[in-house]
């Protein structure tokens, strides 16, 4: 609810935003799961950064802001103490220091190296929309300024774990995409493209999208669109995050492009199906990240801002809701 008001333009300062920032600075963390901190985290960045362009915590408040700090470091610890190669359950139990499974290795790994596939094998029960949140929480903290000790390792471990349990065939298909403009293309959209006069750059790419979580050994993993967008949030953020060497940038782009092409591939049977179930609002916002954080305007065509704030508005409920099945 408070990332809802700030993201439509309420001040930070407002009493209810307040009571509702209050309530996030005194829960006690062992209560907290991965969905929780990862949302009290983008909750902060979204206040921290408003959009109705009000500074918070206000430049006099210098105490103010050192105890936000040191709130959103707990919680990022707290984030880090329930990654589990590379990925995150609901967590309640791993925030206990004495009960954490995983402890992540020292040292600098590089993307595809034996020692790094190794690590990058979860030992717990996880799934890649806790993992999601996990990954957009540690992502708000990094642009207030507050990051894990072990980040270089904690996204390599994310960038790992999300390309080895990715599809490994897929059909090949000619993918086709818009970037917005005017910024400059992210890496996966520099090398190898046929650009259109219509400014839609196209090449060949597999479709290979990702699972809820890796199946047992032998099964064939089966992809969603909701937790493709999960996959590909996690490469664009985890990359972002790091400075990736020529050939570890490559594979992260690769994986990047396999997934818009399942995406492509899939948009009438799973993303926006015609005359069938519309998506959820989980699935919307994965796209809105996808889109965003890909700088994409569109996939295979497909408009994903325009048809997603048709469908949202048309869904919207008398009383500003939305129930997508719930109350």
Request: with cysteine; charged share 20%; net charge neutral.
């Amino acid at each position: 609810v408070g990332l809802a008001l700030v993201q439509s333009g309420v001040s930070p300062s407002d009493p209810i935003l307040q009571k509702i920032w209050k309530d996030q600075l005194t829960q006690p963390i062992f209560q907290s799961t991965t969905y929780t901190l990862g949302l009290q985290l983008m909750l902060l960045d979204a206040m921290m950064h408003a959009p109705c362009g009000e500074a918070w915590p206000s430049p006099e408040a210098k105490e103010g802001k050192k105890e936000v700090l040191t709130w959103a470091q707990k919680k990022v610890d707290a984030l880090v103490a329930g990654c589990d190669g590379g990925a995150w359950g609901y967590g309640s139990r791993a925030f206990d220091p004495k009960a954490v499974s995983y402890v992540v290795p020292e040292g600098k790994m590089e993307i595809g190296s034996d020692a790094l596939v190794r690590a990058a094998v979860s030992k717990a029960f996880y799934d890649y929309s806790n993992t999601q949140y996990a990954v957009l929480g540690l992502k708000a903290a990094a642009l207030c300024g507050v990051r894990p000790k072990s980040e270089e390792m904690i996204w390599r471990l994310v960038i790992q774990h999300f390309l080895r349990v990715q599809q490994a065939k897929g059909p090949s298909v000619a993918l086709e995409l818009f970037a917005e403009i005017p910024v400059s293309p992210p890496d996966f959209l520099k090398k190898g493209w046929e650009e259109a006069k219509t400014g839609a750059r196209t090449r060949r790419a597999l479709a290979r999208g990702w699972p809820y979580n890796a199946p047992p050994k032998g099964h064939q993993p089966t992809s969603t669109a909701s937790m493709t967008a999960a996959g590909l949030t996690a490469l664009l953020v985890g990359s972002s995050e790091l400075k990736l060497k020529p050939a570890e940038r490559e594979k992260v782009d690769e994986a990047v492009r396999d997934g818009l092409a399942w995406m492509q591939s899939e948009w009438a049977a799973h993303v926006f199906p015609p005359g069938k179930a519309v998506p959820g609002g989980y699935l919307l916002y994965g796209l809105e990240r996808m889109g965003v954080l890909g700088s994409l305007r569109k996939v295979g065509g497909h408009d994903w801002y325009a048809e997603g704030a048709r469908l949202l508005l048309d869904r919207q409920q008398e009383g500003g809701a939305w129930s997508d099945g719930y109350e």
